[in-house]
């Protein structure tokens, strides 16, 4: 009886690990034959066997190492984002919602980016009409005259879209100056925080998390400044020195566990990878308590910086916030990049979310606050391009995106979100493929997890002869084996196993 229920047992879990089948592709190719464009092997599904010869590439997954969640990919709000997006849907409303819907619409299976994750500033930026904040009256100490309806009315019309396309989406806040009469010289153009203020500072952030909560909108996460360590006279920023950030931290985690608001994360740091090991790691020893984590931006130092921080502190969670795309740069070198040091690699260094900076702008970055030196040379690209005749494109930072995303939302309604887990590629051509790996759980314990890897091939000779080159890859999984050919590009494919 026992030998029978064992060779039972083996039978099964022979035919379980074999079932394994991978049926969905997602693509976007060098030569853009392919963008971001769903297919399904034929004739057949490709299996995992009994494994071989390894291929050129070897990709193994190892989901008994399971790292953090990832919580989606997406980009910055801005009020000239909002103002095209209003202006579009005003000119052509069947094309604001089919653009609406390719970006944020992340029902399982759906042909769309599933952009989750929005960052939306708390005021006037370099991409605004004007200089504002929610209360530019001056010495107004008790806030009487705070008022968010100082922004764009159009920036909350399109958060509710977003919202009623995508009911999972994310929303993080940041001021990139806080009210002008609060800081030396006061104005909202460079400068530095009055430190008197920093209770009232508090207390502007807290009714900014409750003015959005009052339109319809879930605040996730909100940080204390952008960039604290860049100051530019032309357009709103703040220098903001590590003790004033804790100091603001500390007394708004109290008001926000006092007011009803104690799921909101406040978010630390939200400046470049350069100087992980400082900043960010000296607001943890002065207020750890309030802060859950910290955010980087990528325009100094190198992705590999983030380990300076997740190295002191494992438990503390990171965000990739901001990185802009540059006007006339190369389309695959672009993406290449994106995908190596942000969309695989951010992630591959701990961060739950990788985003661009503007959602969208027009083909010539703007519009630009009046007077500012921001995007300076050839100017900003937007995640999508809006004209003014009612069209739109996507550009190079929608699919680097949308391929990553897919591998990470939730399998089912009301379900977890990706996992990053354990991947590493041998063989000889290793150098070939940048790979990260996901796993999705589900809703319920008897349906099969699924697993999900994005790849970059980027064996394309770009420095020499130009030669892109596909890789015949295997792809290891609990002893089993399958074998894919990537193109040049990035593929995200997936399957399903057991938990």
């Not at 204390?224 to 931290?249: F, H, K, L, R, W």
């Not at 990878?273 to 325009?299: I, R, T």
């Not at 990185?323 to 190369?330: E, K, M, P, R, Y």
């Not at 041998?426 to 996901?438: E, K, T």
Request: a negative charge; proline letters at 4%.
């Amino acid at each position: 009886m026992m030998r029978s229920l064992q060779i039972f047992c083996s039978l099964a879990l022979l035919q379980a690990v074999a079932s394994q089948q991978i049926w969905d592709i997602w693509q976007t190719t060098w030569d853009r034959d392919m963008l971001f464009t769903y297919s399904q092997p034929t004739p057949d599904p490709i299996n995992f066997v009994t494994p071989g010869a390894i291929g050129s590439a070897d990709i193994a997954v190892d989901d008994s190492s399971v790292y953090q969640t990832v919580y989606g990919f997406g980009a910055s709000l801005t009020d000239s984002s909002a103002e095209l997006l209003n202006n579009l849907k005003v000119q052509n409303a069947g094309g604001y919602w089919q653009l609406m819907d390719y970006l944020f619409n992340a029902t399982d299976a759906a042909n769309s980016a599933g952009f989750s994750y929005i960052r939306v500033p708390l005021g006037a930026t370099d991409f605004s009409a004007n200089t504002y904040s929610y209360d530019d009256i001056s010495g107004d100490t008790s806030l009487n005259d705070f008022n968010i309806n100082a922004a764009p009315s159009n920036v909350f019309s399109v958060l509710q879209d977003i919202l009623s396309i995508n009911h999972m989406a994310r929303f993080h806040i940041v001021p990139w100056s806080p009210p002008g009469w609060m800081k030396s010289g006061e104005t909202m153009r460079g400068g530095s925080l009055n430190t008197k203020y920093i209770n009232t500072m508090a207390n502007y952030l807290l009714k900014s998390v409750q003015a959005f909560s009052d339109k319809g909108i879930p605040i996730y996460a909100i940080s204390i400044q952008n960039e604290p360590e860049y100051s530019d006279s032309t357009y709103p920023t703040c220098n903001m020195p590590v003790a004033t950030e804790a100091q603001i931290g500390l007394a708004l985690r109290t008001l926000l566990n006092n007011y009803g608001f104690s799921g909101v994360k406040i978010i630390g740091y939200d400046h470049n990878w350069v100087d992980a090991a400082n900043y960010p790691v000296q607001l943890m020893q002065q207020a750890g308590s309030a802060f859950d984590g910290v955010s980087f931006h990528c325009y100094q130092g190198s992705v590999s910086d983030q380990a300076s921080f997740t190295s002191q502190y494992p438990n503390k969670e990171v965000y990739f916030t901001e990185c802009s795309g540059t006007l006339g740069s190369d389309w695959w070198s672009d993406i290449k990049w994106y995908m190596d040091n942000i969309f695989i690699g951010s992630i591959s260094y701990g961060s739950s979310s990788g985003l661009m900076w503007n959602i969208a702008l027009d083909g010539s970055g703007q519009p630009l606050l009046p007077g500012t030196d921001s995007c300076g040379g050839s100017g900003c690209r937007g995640v999508v391009q809006i004209n003014n005749n009612g069209t739109w494109s996507v550009n190079q930072e929608f699919y680097s995106m949308a391929q990553a995303s897919k591998a990470i939302l939730p399998r089912d309604v009301g379900g977890p979100w990706g996992r990053r887990i354990g991947v590493s590629v041998g063989g000889s051509l290793d150098w070939a493929l940048v790979v990260g790996a996901y796993k999705t759980g589900r809703v319920s314990s008897s349906d099969w997890n699924r697993y999900s890897i994005v790849v970059l091939n980027w064996d394309d000779s770009a420095s020499t002869s130009w030669n892109p080159q596909p890789v015949k890859a295997t792809i290891e999984f609990r002893g089993m084996q399958a074998t894919y050919t990537f193109p040049v590009g990035v593929t995200t494919l997936w399957w399903y196993a057991a938990n």
